[in-house]
């Protein structure tokens, strides 16, 4: 039996014995001797009775165990042309006082925290403070509006946000400090302090009363202690897009995600402390949470902090000069990034100026990655592509190619095999278990591991509806797929209304609240269409009231203006197309699933719930005369 069939059967069959094996490999304050029990609603909880930290297990051990002298973090900026290189001990001290601060401030274990930050160390200082005293942060990624700052702002009430001046995007600078006054003076709760980190980069920075200076905070404060925490004491809080127009607050616990975390450096990525890991994603998603910081930094690796974007900063040789430069041994990064690169430079003519010697592996995740990619990556570096499925949901991968339990071959367009602890099915709508080759649900059976999400913050009926109403004793991941005859797994893509653009995961059901806001505008619907680059972007169909006059042009400016401003400019909608009536059933339901597929000029089969068959006809020459999509 290979080392994979027998780590993971093991991991099936007695789940207690194999993560009590892998929580030894962690430092403890005190070891959990209840390894699985359950919490009051019977959803699994991993050991309950164990005290640990994580911003311990990240710096601190490290520094006792004799290597405070090695870089944690390499801060490579192209839009600031900084390069800057920190050890744990400078990590350390950075965090410590930031934490002392932040007790002094009046913060407390189960308070929260918002970090509104751009890529730079200062964000991850700000997480690993937080940590070290209890404080649950929640990082929300700067590309979110105001908007969607205040709706989280008013879900998880934050005793303060910790924010920066400003965050550079590839053609202006954007200053942070006003979205996050906004953000207050719209949300019912208000936080009493913002902590800002002035980069000295000319935003305008208001001045506010709760307003307390970063650097100063710091400099004045005594170095705070690592609080021992119960393993599920809420480490951070991360917003993913749902079904509805409100985002859930998924909740991770402290525990069982350093163990899973630990185990997957070590069994998926293979990588070894010391080594240098780059993810290139950014610390508002679940990949930079896990892999930017806390999974390199419990493995002691060096982790890239990348303020940038793959093309454009200043061209598309930006992730080879930094894989040249330091040495970088394992990347992560989603499907688009490697797209856009493609588009840039198709030839790969820049890869040839760079010395790429010590890549071994190149992950992908956050998306489907179509093989095109994947082969024009491999035809340039001769070194392998690897796809690998996860969610925010889960923290970590759940299909993988798990490189430290010994190479099996891979198969296009598959993410590979369930890891350890995740007992993966395919099922049908009614719930029965599908054969090879038979598309389906992709469903979890429970327990799934140590390191997925405790719960959504403060909503245990979301949580029990969302994932577990479905199927009784599964977690539904929302995701179809199917699983050949030798047991690869094929994901895909989504069965719900999420929409995935250039790896950020998006809510059409939230883009449509708001086009349905604006005044001219009697019914809509988004929907997420294939796009070269972004995987998904989305099109929002849009019937005018009658006796409304408002040109097209000037409803499509209005409609994109408005999702900007209420949910940010990652939003990417940039087109809007007016038509008559929108295919529905005869219950008066959108038939959105017809929609994508004519506009992605797939085979579909008419539902026969269709109120009225005509339409189809008309949709698709409504794709046609706004040249979207691949509509035939
Ligand atoms: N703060 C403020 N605005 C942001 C932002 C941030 N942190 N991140 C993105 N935006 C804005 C962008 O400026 C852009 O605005 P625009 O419409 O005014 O141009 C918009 O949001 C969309 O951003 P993005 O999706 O990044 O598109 P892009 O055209 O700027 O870049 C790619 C395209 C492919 C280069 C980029 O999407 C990319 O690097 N993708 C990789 C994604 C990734 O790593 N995902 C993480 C999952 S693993
Ligand atoms: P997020 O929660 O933002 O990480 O997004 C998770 C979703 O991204 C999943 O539910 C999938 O739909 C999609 N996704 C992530 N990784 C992959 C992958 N390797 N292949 C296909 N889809 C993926």
């Not at 450096?265 to 610390?283: G, Q």
């Amino acid at each position: 039996m290979s080392k994979y069939n027998e780590f993971y059967k093991k991991s099936i069959q007695d789940p207690e014995q194999f993560w009590k094996e892998q929580a030894d490999e962690i430092d403890w304050f005190g070891k959990p001797s209840a390894i699985l029990s359950k919490d009051k609603n019977g959803y699994p909880l991993w050991f309950e009775d164990g005290q640990i930290n994580m911003c311990y297990l990240t710096l601190d051990k490290h520094i006792q165990d004799g290597f405070g002298d090695q870089i944690a973090f390499i801060y490579d900026s192209p839009v600031t042309q900084t390069i800057k290189r920190y050890t744990f001990h400078e990590v350390k001290s950075e965090v410590a006082k930031l934490a002392g601060g932040l007790l002094a401030l009046g913060f407390k274990k189960g308070d929260t925290a918002i970090i509104y930050m751009p890529m730079i160390p200062q964000t991850a200082f700000a997480m690993l403070a937080c940590a070290r005293i209890g404080v649950i942060h929640s990082v929300v990624f700067g590309g979110f509006a105001p908007h969607e700052l205040a709706i989280r702002i008013d879900d998880c009430k934050p005793r303060g946000i910790i924010t920066a001046s400003s965050g550079i995007e590839i053609d202006r600078l954007i200053a942070y400090k006003p979205l996050v006054d906004e953000a207050i003076e719209i949300a019912n709760h208000k936080p009493k302090k913002v902590i800002v980190f002035n980069r000295k980069l000319g935003a305008k920075v208001p001045f506010k009363k709760y307003d307390v200076d970063y650097e100063a905070l710091v400099y004045g404060s005594e170095e705070a202690p690592c609080v021992p925490l119960e393993s599920n004491h809420p480490l951070y809080i991360l917003y993913t897009s749902g079904t509805t127009g409100k985002p859930k607050g998924i909740v991770r616990d402290t525990g069982g995600y350093a163990t899973a975390l630990k185990f997957s450096m070590k069994y998926i990525y293979d990588v070894k402390p010391e080594e240098v890991f780059w993810a290139a994603s950014d610390m508002g998603w679940a990949v930079g949470h896990s892999y930017i910081l806390y999974a390199p930094m419990i493995n002691r690796n060096t982790s890239v902090i990348f303020e940038g974007k793959p093309i454009k900063t200043p061209d598309s040789s930006t992730f080879w000069r930094i894989i040249s430069e330091h040495k970088v041994e394992t990347m992560l990064t989603a499907p688009t990034a490697i797209r856009a690169i493609k588009k840039e430079d198709p030839e790969g003519e820049f890869i040839k100026n760079y010395d790429l010697s010590h890549l071994r592996n190149q992950f992908v995740a956050g998306e489907r990655c179509d093989a095109a990619t994947i082969e024009w990556y491999q035809k340039h570096i001769p070194i392998s592509v690897i796809d690998h499925w996860w969610q925010t949901e889960s923290g970590w991968p759940m299909v993988a190619n798990s490189l430290g339990l010994g190479e099996f071959s891979m198969r296009l367009g598959s993410a590979t095999k369930p890891v350890c602890g995740y007992n993966l099915k395919i099922f049908s709508e009614d719930g029965k278990e599908l054969g090879p080759n038979e598309e389906g649900l992709v469903v979890v059976k429970l327990p799934l591991p140590p390191g997925n999400m405790l719960g959504l913050w403060e909503n245990d009926k979301r949580f029990k509806e969302s994932y577990f109403s479905r199927f009784d004793g599964y977690y539904l991941s929302g995701d179809g797929g199917f699983i050949d005859e030798d047991g690869y797994v094929f994901i895909t893509g989504r069965v719900d209304d999420l929409i995935n653009v250039a790896g950020h995961r998006l809510s059409t059901a939230e883009m449509e609240e708001v086009v349905a806001s604006h005044h001219s505008v009697a019914e809509c619907a988004v929907i997420g269409i294939s796009d070269d680059l972004k995987g998904q972007i989305p099109v929002a169909l849009v019937v005018v009231k009658a006796g409304e006059s408002i040109e097209n042009f000037q409803l499509e400016y209005e409609v994109v203006q408005l999702i900007r401003k209420r949910i940010g400019a990652v939003a990417s909608l940039r087109n809007v197309i007016v038509v008559q009536r929108l295919p529905k059933t005869r219950s008066g339901k959108i038939l959105r699933k017809l929609l994508r597929s004519i506009a992605d000029g797939e085979n579909f089969q008419i539902p026969s719930t269709i109120d009225d068959e005509t339409i189809i006809e008309e949709i698709q020459n409504d794709f046609k005369i706004s040249k979207l999509g691949k509509a035939i």
